[in-house]
């Protein structure tokens, strides 16, 4: 048996396009949707991000404001920058990307974040908000794996969903978006004892630890939905690097049911749903 591959670029595009067509419309409106991008250093993979989160804004007609600071910047310096942003009304949506420098307090840069303006769905009341079920901005790496679970399981009600990570940005959100959607979830890290028992009960299993290839195809349970989340970059074996998954691929994929890819996957799920929580946020700047 193979597993179904679930293609994050086609979902993805599926998906900026649906976000195109809307800012299309509000613009006709005269709303246009801006979304801040904020750089501080110069880290390469966060350069590569925010350089494909503009472009992509570009092309689904979101106006960006691009900030780009030192690594030298100061917290006062990121939470005037923040306080400017918060009170233009040209801007809908702030990216501060991250990591942050060394030095720079992250998290109280993240609360200075208006919540209504908070497209990463970091901020403390967004976070507050997706656990008490309200209605709230979605960190875009789990709500991407959201989509791509309901592509090939559109009914989760009552499956047993095991999320390996249990960071704020993916392993949290990801719990508390498949409890919503009425699935038995566990959440499983570092600590957790008898790991390949607890995958050989998930139907649904979210692998997001950072740790190239860690979750093993024997692990899986027959016919399992297998959410790549891992982007880690190693050597092929012949001196150039490549971009591996946290799930041995080539294992899982002779159990699995369906899976993501890595590269393919996720990643590109991510950037389109910050241009969707982009454009809801200009609309609700509207609805007051
Ligand atoms: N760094 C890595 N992923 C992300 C993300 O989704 N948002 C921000 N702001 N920074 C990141």
Not at 89 to 95: C, K, Q, W
Not at 180 to 195: E, F, K, M, P, Y
Request: proline share 6%.
């Amino acid at each position: 048996m193979s597993a179904t591959i679930i293609d994050g670029r086609a979902a993805a595009e599926r998906l900026r396009h649906r976000v195109a067509g809307r800012t299309a419309e509000l613009r006709a409106n005269g709303l246009v949707p801006g979304l801040a991008v904020v750089l501080v250093g110069e880290d390469p993979a966060s350069k590569i991000y925010v350089a494909s989160k503009t472009k992509q804004a570009e092309e689904a007609g979101i106006r960006h404001f691009d900030h780009r600071l030192a690594a030298t910047a100061t917290t006062a310096e990121l939470l005037q920058l923040v306080r400017e942003l918060n009170a233009n009304p040209d801007v809908h949506g702030i990216l501060v990307q991250l990591p942050l420098p060394n030095g720079v307090d992250s998290a109280a840069v993240l609360a200075a974040i208006d919540p209504a303006k908070d497209v990463d769905g970091f901020h403390a009341v967004n976070a507050g908000k997706l656990a008490l079920g309200e209605e709230a901005t979605v960190p875009c790496t789990p709500l991407g794996c959201l989509i791509l679970i309901r592509e090939v399981l559109p009914d989760m009600r009552g499956k047993r969903a095991v999320v390996i990570g249990r960071s704020n940005i993916v392993g949290k959100p990801m719990a508390q978006l498949l409890l919503q959607n009425d699935c038995t979830v566990t959440i499983a890290h570092s600590r957790t004892r008898d790991l390949p028992a607890l995958c050989a009960e998930a139907e649904i299993l979210v692998a997001a630890i950072g740790r190239p290839k860690a979750i093993q195809g024997e692990w899986v349970r027959p016919g399992a939905v297998v959410v790549d989340v891992g982007i880690n970059r190693i050597d092929d074996g012949s001196g150039k690097s490549k971009v591996v998954g946290d799930v041995d691929f080539a294992s899982a994929v002779t159990r699995a049911g369906a899976i993501t890819p890595v590269p393919g996957g996720v990643g590109p799920m991510t950037i389109a749903c910050l241009l969707m929580n982009t454009v809801n946020a200009a609309i609700r700047s509207r609805l007051g």
